[in-house]
């Protein structure tokens, strides 16, 4: 089945940078662009990113440009997201998810990774 | 980019229709029928419940509706049950191929 795999939760300090993976399985790697959200405690749902797998191409939301980095290793079916420049605002869960193919389902996100808790603190 | 303009709460009791709006801009909402509606309960991943602004996946119930004027979308509950009481986001697609999400709104059920 269709499946988005994250790396395991973080502690980082402030200034510091994260690197979140996620590997998918169970469908055509480049053939589906992979999104990044992220939810602090008790908050909304953020949207930081997408990359296109199959070729690299990426679009960052402003509230995240110049401390993201979306990139991909095709021969790993993974995909990573670094945040760099860390603060304690930063505290959340950042989800991966798929983007079904085709331009009538944009914003159509399924599945979603299980999530991966990065927490920011001194 | 500024998140989409929700509500933070609406509530209804069992078996009433309650309405959630999502407002943006032309630059997103009004300009794309890309706007999507997500439900999230807590500790959970969220769910897609409209996508297009007015489609339906298969497996959704049919209690479930979207529609869009101008630069505001709208995600109707009808036939409200205990079960519908989560956190709703909407999402919408923008000029600059980025997505939006709005700040989420929180339905309890009376």
């Known amino acids: 089945q269709v499946q988005l795999v994250q790396s395991g939760a973080e502690m980082k300090k402030p200034g510091a940078s994260v690197t979140a993976s996620c590997k998918a399985s169970?469908?055509?790697?480049?053939?589906?662009?992979i999104h990044w959200v992220r939810q602090a405690p008790g908050q909304g749902l953020e949207w930081m990113g997408w990359?296109?797998?199959?070729?690299?191409?990426?679009k960052y939301s402003q509230n995240f440009q110049g401390r993201i980095t979306i990139t991909r290793d095709a021969s790993a079916n993974t995909v990573y997201m670094e945040l760099r420049s860390l603060r304690s605002g930063d505290t959340a869960v950042y989800y991966c998810?798929?983007?079904?193919?085709?331009?009538?389902?944009?914003?159509?996100?399924?599945?979603w990774g299980q999530g991966s808790l990065v927490t920011v603190s001194s | 980019q500024s998140a989409l303009t929700q509500p933070a709460s609406v509530s209804g009791s069992p078996g009433q229709s309650i309405t959630i709006s999502c407002t943006g801009t032309?630059?997103?909402?009004?300009?794309?029928?890309?706007v999507s509606w997500y439900q999230q309960y807590p500790g959970k991943v969220p769910k897609l419940l409209i996508y297009?602004?007015?489609e339906r996946p298969s497996g959704v119930s049919h209690r479930f509706s979207g529609s869009k004027s101008g630069n505001t979308a709208s995600l109707t509950i009808s036939g409200l049950q205990a079960d519908d009481e989560a956190d709703y986001f909407c999402?919408?697609?923008?000029?600059?191929?980025?997505?939006?999400f709005g700040g989420g709104t929180k339905v309890t059920v009376l």
């Open positions: 990359i296109n797998p199959g070729n690299g191409n990426t």
């Open positions: 999402i919408s697609y923008t000029d600059t191929s980025a997505r939006v």
């Open positions: 297009a602004v007015t």
């Open positions: 032309s630059s997103d909402v009004g300009g794309y029928d890309y």
């Open positions: 998810t798929r983007e079904r193919s085709g331009s009538q389902y944009k914003n159509w996100f399924d599945p």
């Open positions: 169970g469908y055509s790697f480049t053939m589906s662009a």
